[in-house]
């Protein structure tokens, strides 16, 4: 069974995360998503454990950012 690469294109990136190359590009340059350049045309490639801890991340701040915003208040304000 092959195993998968320890890193992957940026193109690979959007496709994981369903976002456009051009968002993808921007969480890199952004720092928010950790990345290497490698090779003679600097390409990026982001470390699947980086990306994998990314995704953990931004289901945590979503978490935390859903019960400090509960859907009843929300409604209750929009009435």
């Known amino acids: 069974m092959p195993s998968e690469p320890r890193f992957l294109l940026l193109s690979d990136v ?4 369903n976002i456009s190359a051009s968002q993808t590009y921007a ?3 952004s720092g928010d998503l950790p990345a290497i ?5 600097r390409q990026w490639r982001v ?3 980086a990306l994998e801890q990314y995704i953990a991340d931004a289901h ?3 978490a935390e950012w859903v019960r400090a915003n509960p ?3 929300a409604a209750a304000r929009d009435d």
């Open 71 to 73: 859907l009843g208040r």
């Open 27 to 29: 969480l890199v340059r």
């Open 14 to 17: 959007a496709e994981i995360l």
């Open 37 to 41: 350049q490698v090779g003679g045309r």
């Open 47 to 49: 470390a699947r454990e």
């Open 60 to 62: 945590r701040q979503t």
